[in-house]
């Protein structure tokens, strides 16, 4: 993280009480953010969380109906858009660049809108797409395609990059391939505010995780952080044989080493301290109630089991 | 490093020229038009016109062969009930029944244009037949110089059809498309200078106004004899104006159409009515007096107008002020009001 002379990390952008209500829908519902200059930073949350529209607002894309937004020390609508449009990275979610132009036509289209900026070469470079540089965009896979959105948020050498679900619908190889581009640029000091709703990414890339929920970031801080916060190493799953009304869930938080229940789809998700100790105690506990257990999985915590934790609901049917 | 403006145009030609079907309708669809009307009204010498002869009479034969002397007539002998049959069905354009050696009656409808003609030329064979002198002696002068044609007439109208749908269909389109993609939005999340995108629009197209109207015009030359009678710059001034008014209302379309087949409709809407009323395949002065101040404010009667004026009477600019100020005020208007509701986001 950059920090200035006195020792306090630089801020990229901060927002404060931001709200945008579409019709009869409340998008974002007082959201207050801040991004340090020189990290990435995640908003991860289901689908319809509102973090589209917080990216579009920071981006100038979109206007807030209250709170304010300053990026780079500046504001959108004070007269400086074109300014603050020159420093900074855009990828949109879904957008469909011309099919009929090749890459290097396309880098030179974006680059020539920004009066600064980083070479051609060096743009396709950067998202490894030389061979691909005389290939038409309708020929392109969908992996190298959205490569070459990013390229096109690359070209002015942004000072902070904005991308919105970048990895969503790309197989693994090439979500991969993305988030090393992503981690180059921020090997060479670049900001990035990132969305998703896939919390491996968040994992991987962020230093920091807003999670979203209703248009509000309802809890905050780095990857290991947000796990910690659950109080628990381990999550036990299980599913017990066929529905018995007779099985007691209270008695579960009681049992050793376990340091909270919630019930999961059909059946139960236990955080736990020690799985040498809970384990064995579950087992006996289920031997007393006379039940049968149909399935028991075990992982390490997770920022899913984070974001189960505070809703109630898992990121993908959220 | 090349300009925003020469990119988002080269954007638009590379687009064009990537894409055969596009060019088709552009250039090939013109030429096919051309070639087809062309053809269809092209100067052939005057068919005999048909005139029925009752043949109820003994002179009916006689009758008959009076008419097929004519230059223009010929006379078939027809039983009464076959006459009225080919009469109702527009086979022949009169039919004539001999009541005496003296007398005949014309039936005819005198609401058919070629049957009050007809009327008129067996009405005279008849007479000087019969013995009648003209008092005065007529002389026929024919007229078929190039600048009176059909084809003549056709050739501005398509090539004003042509600057509609190029610049409702290939400005409103794109942007629309551009918007559905999120590529506008994509753009304006950049510096990009939004006059610049939109001025590409209307740079490309001044680009390929030129080389579809030279192809338009040497080949109607080549097949027609169609000649410019006036000033080539004056006809690319016409061209150039109306190509500006059809990108602004083009932009108006697509300032805040958020689907394709909302844009659809609206160019439609647009193109329609002005391909009837404006006069591209037949004279708007067919049109009752009521409507013609409304047709002559059309952009599309205007460009036609002009167009013609220059290539076939060899108009001067200052004699067209109407359709010059018609044009000018679309183009303004429509670029006016585009700009200030056009929707990026």
Known sequence: MNTSSNGVARLALRCQSLVKHFKDVTAVNGLDLEVYAGECFGLLGPNGAGKTTTIEILEGLNTPDSGTAELLGLRWGAGQDQALRERLGVQLQETKLPDKLTVQETVELFRSFYSKGNTIDHVISLVTLEEKRHARVGKLSGGQRQRLAVACALVSAPDILFLDEPTTGLDPQARLQLWEVVERFRAAGGTVLLTTHYMDEAARLCDRIGIMDHGKIIALGTPAELIASLGAEQIIEFTLCETEAKFEAAALLKLNGVTGTQSRDEGYALTVSQISAALPALLAECERQGVKLDRLTTHQATLEDVFVHLTGRHLRDA | ?345
């Not at chain 2, 169609?226 to 710059?233: F, K, P």
């Not at chain 2, 076939?312 to 010059?324: D, H, I, R, T, V």
């Open chain 2, 1 to 345: 490093m090349i300009h925003p403006l020469i990119q988002l145009t080269l954007l638009r030609l590379r687009t064009l020229a990537r894409q055969p079907e596009a060019i088709f309708w552009t250039v090939g669809f013109p030429l096919l038009m051309t070639c087809t009307l062309g053809i269809a009204f092209r100067n052939t010498a005057p068919t005999k016109t048909r005139i029925g002869v009752e043949a109820n009479s003994s002179n009916a034969q006689a009758v008959a062969n009076t008419l097929s002397q004519s230059a223009e007539l010929e006379g078939v002998l027809l039983a009464p009930a076959e006459a009225a049959r080919q009469l109702r069905s527009g086979k022949v354009a009169l039919v004539v029944v001999p009541d005496s050696a003296s007398s005949v009656t014309y039936r005819l409808d005198p609401m058919r244009p070629e049957s009050r003609a007809a009327q008129m030329i067996v009405n005279n064979a008849l007479q000087q037949a019969a013995g009648r002198i003209n008092p005065v002696m007529t002389k026929e002068q024919v007229v078929t110089e190039s600048g009176g044609r059909y084809i003549d007439f056709l050739i501005p109208g398509l090539i004003g059809m042509n600057l509609l749908g190029s610049g409702l269909w290939g400005v409103g389109f794109t942007i629309v498309m551009a918007r559905v993609n999120k590529l506008l939005k994509q753009m304006a999340a950049t510096p990009m200078r939004r006059a610049h995108y939109l001025g590409s629009f209307m740079l490309a197209r001044l680009l390929l106004l030129i080389p579809e109207i030279i192809v338009l015009m040497s080949f109607a030359y080549l097949a027609f004899g169609v000649r410019m009678q006036g000033n080539w710059l004056s006809f690319f001034l016409f061209a150039v104006l109306g190509n500006l008014a059809f990108v602004g209302i083009g932009l108006l379309i697509a300032a805040r159409t958020e689907t394709v087949e909302g844009a659809s409709g609206l160019m439609n809407l647009v193109i329609l009515p002005m391909w009837v009323l404006s006069g591209t395949f037949f004279s708007a002065a067919r049109f009752p007096d009521f409507v013609q101040p409304f047709i002559k404010l059309l952009p599309l009667t205007a460009v036609n107008d002009g167009l013609r004026a220059v290539m076939n009477e060899g108009a001067s600019l200052a004699s067209q002020g109407l359709p010059l100020a018609v044009l000018t005020g679309w183009a303004v208007l429509s670029f006016v009001v585009a700009l200030r509701t056009f929707r990026w986001q």
